[in-house]
């Protein structure tokens, strides 16, 4: 399986979860109805989806454009904030036989 959908998926279900819920809900009843027969089930899943979609659109439109603004990245300090640690002596000693 592509490593990307389940990315994506996340992705969505983060950003509008209740949104996303209805869509889900709605294909599921628009599934179960198609493979039921049942028009109304079909028809009220498709309509569900329909609305959550459209929702989703008007949304999408009513949020003000963030500005883009260049990020940089340091990936070091450009000065340690810890002083330099003290040098170990470590004494030499002679092993016991």
């Known amino acids: 399986m592509n490593a990307a959908l389940p990315r994506f998926l996340k992705s969505v279900y983060r950003k509008d979860p209740i949104i996303s819920g209805l869509m889900t809900m709605g294909v599921v009843e628009a599934l179960i109805g198609g493979l039921d027969d049942s028009w109304t089930l079909f028809?009220?899943?498709?309509?569900?989806?329909?609305?959550?979609?459209?929702?989703?659109?008007?949304?999408?439109?009513?949020?003000?454009?963030?500005?883009?603004?260049?990020?940089?990245q340091h990936y070091l300090p450009s000065r340690s904030s810890s002083s330099a640690l003290p040098t170990l002596n470590v004494p030499k000693k002679k092993p016991r036989y």
């Open 43 to 72: 028809a009220f899943g498709l309509g569900s989806t329909g609305i959550a979609i459209a929702f989703k659109l008007w949304r999408m439109q009513q949020r003000p454009p963030l500005p883009e603004e260049p990020v940089v």
